[in-house]
Nanobody
Framework: QVQLVESGGGLVQAGGSLRLSCAAS????????MGWFRQAPGKEREFVAA????????YYADSVKGRFTISRDTAKNTLHLQMNSLKPEDTPVYHC????????????????????WGQGTQVTVSS
């Protein structure tokens, strides 16, 4: 069983940057598509970005395209999300997730495609 732990969240002013990390333990997550989702209080979890298992394809929500970059370091079993030009609406809790099925070449953007989730890290963007 893969366990995921996010880090890197915090308080930042609008226009600033943060880099989130997701460390996997238990076993390697290299065969799995990895994704980032976010969830604000009282709202549904929202897709942010995904990267396929060999890091050849990435997929972003329109709201973050051009500002966020997802990457993975297979050797270190780590996933990252570089967030630039942050806006107050980027504020909620960010969760990383590993897909249910391994060796998928296309990035996955549906919550139901993912079976392992981290606890989340809070990002707060002040205006």
């Amino acid at each position: 069983q893969v366990q995921l732990v996010e880090s890197g969240g915090g308080l930042v002013q609008a226009g600033g940057s943060l880099r989130l990390s997701c460390a996997a333990s238990g076993r390697t997550f290299s065969p799995y598509t990895m994704g980032w989702f976010r969830q604000a209080p009282g709202k549904e979890r929202e897709f942010v970005a995904a990267i396929n298992w060999i890091a050849t394809l990435t997929y972003y929500a329109d709201s973050v395209k051009g500002r966020f970059t997802i990457s993975r370091d297979t050797a270190k079993n780590t996933l990252h999300l570089q967030m630039n030009s942050l806006k107050p609406e980027d504020t909620p809790v960010y969760h990383c997730a590993a897909s249910r099925v391994a060796y998928m070449n296309s990035p996955l953007y549906r919550e139901s495609d993912y079976g392992t989730w981290g606890q989340g890290t809070q990002v707060t963007v002040s205006s």
